[in-house]
């Protein structure tokens, strides 16, 4: 079993989980966990879908797949648990966030606040093999995901897509970007954050959700008095 999808979101999606590749990706993720450790655990995989309601989404921030070290996935894109050392790539969407905004640095890289707030954090893969980057590629989490992206985007609502990288930009293709919003540039990991720097990402995403007319978002993380 992969876990069960929130309520909110079982009519947009409930039909994926019954095609033969949903029933496949389930056996062989479960064959992994038989085999090792996987992340996110069993029960945080579709953590995303429970914490953004799918009639609350205002923002769709597309990552790739779960941080593969351990305790560190939980079923967010960009976010670890708190006391967990804040990853490279999200230290460098606070420093953005800092320059863009004017808000400090937190402690933690705990972003549920954000997803709490309709910002849904959402990686294009949705488990990992312990240790090994890419492990769940291309065994069908990126259908299930893409339908994500799809049913979002059918909604009568409009939402904000943020892409950060050519990987999320693939995604183009399934967003009407006549009725909704793409927010798009350099990946923040460190090997292109000097693109992504500068680009004003959280201006833009408020610029936007303020046009829809939907309840800003604020971004700032409250410190847990941990060491990042």
């Known amino acids: 079993m992969l876990g069960t999808l929130p309520e909110s979101w079982q009519h947009a999606l409930g039909e994926e989980t019954g095609k033969p590749y949903f029933k496949e990706l389930a056996e062989f993720v479960e064959q992994e966990r038989e085999r090792g450790p996987v992340y996110p655990p069993r029960e945080e995989v579709f953590a995303a879908l429970h914490a953004t309601p799918y009639d609350q989404v205002k923002a769709l921030v597309l990552g790739q797949d779960p941080?593969?070290?351990e305790g560190q996935g939980h079923g967010l894109c960009f976010s670890v648990r708190p006391g967990v050392r804040t990853p490279p790539s999200l230290?460098?969407?606070?420093?953005e966030m800092r320059d863009d905004l004017g808000h400090p640095v937190p402690d933690n890289g705990y972003l549920m606040p954000w997803a709490e707030q309709g910002v849904l954090l959402l990686n294009a893969v949705l488990t990992v093999r312990a240790g090994e980057a890419n492990s769940h590629k291309g065994k069908g989490w990126e259908t299930f995901t893409d339908a994500v992206i799809r049913a979002v985007a059918d909604r009568p609502d409009p939402a904000v897509f943020v892409?950060?990288?050519?990987?999320?930009k693939k995604k183009l293709p399934l967003i009407d970007e006549g009725r909704h919003t793409v927010v798009q540039g350099a990946h923040p990991s460190p090997l292109s954050a000097k693109k992504f720097f500068g680009s004003r990402p959280f201006t833009q995403i408020d610029a936007a959700i303020a046009a829809q007319g939907h309840t800003a978002v604020d971004w700032?993380?409250?410190d847990l008095g941990l060491r990042a």
């Open 67 to 69: 941080y593969h070290g």
């Open 91 to 95: 230290r460098n969407i606070y420093k």
């Open 163 to 168: 892409l950060w990288g050519n990987y999320a």
């Open 220 to 222: 700032r993380i409250p």
